[in-house]
C-alpha cells in the first residue's frame, strides 16, 4: 500500500515557476514507477511526466517538454515536478501517481495509487 500526498501548488503569474513534491509513504517507493497528471475543469486527466525507479529514465507530455522537469529521491520517498515557464493552459490540479511496474504509462488506468492533487493556478 502507498499513500503519496502533494504541495507545492499555488497562484503564479504566467512566465513563473513552480516546484511540485510528492511524498510517498511505505518501505518499497523505489520500486514504483511514479508519474504527474493533471486536469483541467471540464477535461479529462492527462499525463504531464513520467519517471522510472531509479530516476535515469524520464518521459514528457509535448506541451511541457522543455519547460518541466521530474525528478525523485528515492532516499526521502519523494517525487518532484519543476514547472518554468508557466502558461495559463498549465492551470490545473495536479496529481501523483504510483504503479509497482517498470512501465512508465502515458494512461491512468496502469497507476494504481493516487495522491489528493495540488491545485496549480497560472495568470495572464
Known amino acids: 500500500q502507498v499513500q503519496l500526498v502533494e504541495s507545492g501548488g499555488g497562484l503564479v503569474q504566467a512566465g513563473g515557476s513552480l516546484r511540485l513534491s510528492c511524498a510517498a509513504s511505505g518501505r518499497t517507493f523505489s520500486h514504483y514507477t511514479m508519474a504527474w497528471f493533471r486536469q483541467a475543469p471540464g477535461k479529462e486527466r492527462e499525463f504531464v511526466s513520467g519517471?522510472?525507479?531509479?530516476?535515469?529514465?524520464?518521459y514528457y507530455a509535448d506541451s511541457v517538454k522543455g519547460r518541466f522537469t521530474v525528478s525523485r529521491d528515492n532516499a526521502k520517498n519523494t517525487v518532484y515536478l519543476q514547472m518554468n515557464v508557466l502558461k495559463p493552459e498549465d492551470t490545473a490540479v495536479y496529481y501523483c501517481a504510483a504503479n509497482p511496474t517498470l512501465i512508465v504509462a502515458r494512461t491512468t488506468t496502469i497507476y494504481n495509487y493516487w495522491g489528493q492533487g495540488t491545485q496549480v493556478t497560472v495568470s495572464s
Open positions: 519517471v522510472g525507479w531509479t530516476g535515469s529514465s524520464t
